[in-house]
T-cell receptor, first 113, second 114 residues
Framework: TQLLEQSPQFLSIQEGENLTVYCNSS?????LQWYRQEPGEGPVLLVT?????EVKKLKRLTFQFGDARKDSSLHITAAQPGDTGLYLC?????????????FGQGTILTVHP | DTEVTQTPKHLVMGMTNKKSLKCEQH?????MYWYKQKAKKPPELMFV???????INESVPSRFSPECPNSSLLNLHLHALQPEDSALYLC?????????????FGPGTRLLVL
């Protein structure tokens, strides 16, 4: 069983600040997905990173996959109240059973106006 | 249309009741999932259906009984639940069960067991 750590668990910041969320493991992943879940909704996929060292940008969100494909980060620039939600990483281990998503512990982000 | 719908939105039931949760998608997806989510925690996988057949059961107690009547519908039948089963139950679907693809989640059913 892989050890997966997502941090921080809680993040409360002011509008305009920057933040980074981390997803780390000792295992190598074939890919990793990041989801955001807003209150009262189901999670929504933000991005999938596949290649070691890959960087993907989604407006003010920057996602990075570690060179060794064991870790990933999500950086938000100039956070806005609309970014508030639960951020979840979901790594896909090598040789995984298809469809079996295992989420990290999640980061609850609150952005105050 | 990338929508997964779930009914009811909220459900309160006693420990002796029998109820069902319903999930529907019309995206032609052939993989469907049930997750359980406690407050401030990530979703936990319960069941996976591939081509209308149960392919993964994450050791879920038998008081939860899934059913996939056709490729668009997924039900979760509930019987003799415990208060600790109170949670948000999320349904999701993805296009191809043979690939690790985007899962589209419904808004969930918030269940309270008294």
């Amino acid at each position: 069983t892989q050890l997966l750590e997502q941090s921080p668990q809680f993040l409360s910041i002011q509008e305009g600040e920057n933040l980074t969320v981390y997803c780390n493991s000792s295992s190598v992943f074939s890919s990793l997905q990041w989801y955001r879940q807003e209150p009262g909704e189901g999670p929504v996929l933000l991005v999938t990173v596949v290649t070691g060292g890959e960087v993907k940008k989604l407006k003010r969100l920057t996602f990075q996959f570690g060179d060794a494909r064991k870790d990933s980060s999500l950086h938000i620039t100039a956070a806005q109240p609309g970014d508030t939600g639960l951020y979840l990483c979901a790594p896909v281990p090598l040789g995984t059973s298809y469809g079996k998503l295992t989420f990290g512990q999640g980061t609850i982000l609150t952005v105050h106006p | 249309d990338t929508e997964v719908t779930q009914t009811p939105k909220h459900l309160v039931m006693g420990m002796t009741n029998k109820k069902s949760l319903k999930c529907e998608q019309h995206m032609g997806h052939r993989a469907m999932y049930w997750y359980k989510q406690k407050a401030k925690k990530p979703p936990e996988l319960m069941f996976v259906y591939s081509y209308e057949k149960l392919s993964i059961n994450e050791s879920v107690p038998s008081r939860f009984s899934p059913e996939c009547p056709n490729s668009s519908l997924l039900n979760l039948h509930l019987h003799a639940l415990q208060p600790e089963d109170s949670a948000l139950y999320l349904c999701a679907s993805s296009r191809d069960p043979r690939r690790q693809e985007t899962q589209y989640f419904g808004p969930g059913t918030r269940l309270l067991v008294l």
